[in-house]
C-alpha cells in the first residue's frame, strides 16, 4: 500500500507565496487556495 501525503492549505499557501516570491508574477496573482476542504 502507497501512504500518500496531502499538504494541509496552511502548507500550501506557504509554498505559493514562496513561489510567486521567487518567480516574476503579475499584481493579481496571491498565494490563496480557492477552497479549504478538508483532505482526508
Given at each position: ?15 505559493n ?24
Amino acid at each position: 500500500m502507497v501512504l500518500v501525503y496531502y499538504p494541509s492549505p496552511e502548507k500550501i499557501i506557504e509554498h505559493n507565496l514562496l513561489a510567486l516570491t521567487i518567480i516574476q508574477v503579475k499584481k493579481a496573482d496571491q498565494p490563496n487556495v480557492l477552497s479549504r476542504q478538508k483532505n482526508g
